[in-house]
């Protein structure tokens, strides 16, 4: 009796995800992107400028602007001028205004500091908490949409309804509250502890307030992706869990997750920065864009560049990365700014 042969193996289809082609025809449509490119010089610039603050402070203007300066002079034009002139009418005093040359280009706030070296300062601050409350932000619920979208059923339910009680409250009154009942003793979970002046505080308090917001879009994609053919293959052929997350699904999901990261930044600088204007945000001796612009609410009609300038700044910064995330979307996927552009047509 003859022996049946034997089905010749078929080969299953292997995950679409990104290839290293994918990615490099992405950045080629990126550099072409002439507003994404412009938008990148200007990031740049202002991250450099940011980094070079101790050199300017130290070498340029030769000031510390975390030290109050009340009774210090500067030189200009060949004379010593006060940083700090009392008023004629011996009521209060006024700070130097802007030089435009190597010390206090900016002017001086009311404690006689540095207006522009406390505005590079501030950028570091205010840059770091952004991106790492993004980055954190981005990682968590990366891992929460993974799970909960994969493993679906109770597991899904559980996390999601968790997510609802944060999604519930306004951004900014949870991002308050939090900042508010924290800032006395500070953050203290089993042997890791948190102190209130530490940058690490802000960060905590806006990554946790924006998971829920990154989570679901990202648990829609993992659940989108879950259906397709060559995850049903991996698994018909008794792929592991872990294989599946990170081999099938989570090279699926990352694009839709690179896109958001920038707009992600913008929205935690924004939200540290309002913070920091309400004393909640990164403490003194540290200083933020948002606390820059409230130490200039006293001098707003006589030093508005106090305030004006770093909230420019804040502007631009959130501008830039929103039309970046917009370069970086079309890049990932040119069908998007076919589709905005009929939506636009549309809604004209």
């Given at each position: 009796m003859g022996v049946a042969p034997t089905e010749p193996a078929i080969d299953l289809p292997?995950?679409?995800?990104?290839?290293?082609?994918?990615?490099?025809?992405?950045?080629?449509?990126?550099?072409?992107?002439?507003?994404?490119?412009?938008?990148?010089?200007?990031?740049?610039?202002?991250?450099?400028?940011?980094?070079?603050?101790?050199?300017y402070?130290?070498?340029?203007?030769q000031t510390d602007p975390f030290r109050s300066n009340l009774s210090g002079t500067v030189e200009i034009d060949g004379s010593r001028v006060p940083v700090?002139?009392?008023?004629?009418?011996?009521?209060?005093?006024?700070?130097?205004?802007?030089?435009?040359?190597?010390?206090?280009?900016?002017?001086?706030d009311t404690q006689g500091r540095d207006v522009a070296a406390r505005i590079l300062y501030g950028g570091r601050a205010s840059l770091i908490v952004g991106v790492a409350a993004a980055l954190l932000t981005c990682l968590i619920a990366t891992?929460?949409?993974?799970?909960?979208?994969?493993?679906?059923?109770?597991?899904?339910?559980?996390?999601?309804?968790?997510?609802?009680?944060?999604?519930?409250?306004?951004?900014?009154?949870?991002?308050?509250?939090?900042?508010?009942?924290?800032?006395?003793?500070?953050?203290?979970i089993g042997p890791v502890a948190v102190d209130p002046n530490s940058l690490l505080l802000p960060i905590l308090i806006i990554a946790v307030v924006f998971v829920p917001y990154v989570a679901r879009p990202v648990r829609g994609e993992v659940l989108a992706v879950r259906q397709r053919e060559y995850v049903e293959a991996a698994i018909a052929q008794g792929a592991r869990r872990?294989?599946?997350?990170?081999?099938?699904?989570?090279?699926?999901?990352?694009?839709?997750?690179?896109?958001?990261?920038?707009?992600?930044?913008?929205t935690c600088i924004l939200t540290e920065s309002a913070l920091s204007?309400?004393?909640?945000?990164?403490?003194?001796?540290?200083?933020?864009w948002g606390t820059i612009v409230n130490?200039?609410?006293?001098?707003?009609?006589?030093?508005?560049?106090?305030?004006?300038?770093?909230?420019?700044?804040?502007?631009?910064?959130?501008?830039?990365?929103?039309?970046?995330?917009?370069?970086?979307?079309?890049?990932l996927d040119p069908r998007a700014k076919i589709r905005r552009r009929k939506r636009r047509a549309r809604d004209s």
């Open positions: 292997l995950s679409p995800g990104p290839s290293r082609g994918t990615w490099a025809t992405a950045v080629r449509r990126l550099r072409r992107d002439r507003a994404a490119m412009a938008t990148l010089v200007v990031l740049v610039v202002i991250v450099t400028s940011t980094l070079l603050a101790p050199v402070a130290s070498r340029v203007a700090i002139r009392p008023n004629p009418s011996g009521l209060g005093s006024t700070p130097i205004g802007p030089t435009f040359g190597r010390h206090f280009f900016l002017g001086a891992g929460i949409g993974l799970l909960a979208g994969f493993t679906g059923g109770t597991t899904d339910a559980v996390i999601f309804r968790a997510l609802d009680i944060v999604w519930a409250f306004p951004i900014y009154l949870l991002a308050i509250a939090l900042s508010t009942s924290l800032l006395v003793q500070g953050l203290k872990r294989r599946l997350l990170f081999k099938e699904v989570l090279p699926n999901v990352l694009p839709s997750v690179i896109v958001i990261f920038p707009l992600i930044i913008a204007f309400l004393s909640i945000g990164v403490q003194p001796p540290q200083a933020s130490d200039g609410q006293n001098q707003l009609y006589t030093r508005p560049l106090v305030s004006i300038a770093p909230g420019l700044l804040i502007a631009v910064t959130i501008l830039a990365l929103n039309v970046l995330g917009d370069g970086v979307r079309d890049a």
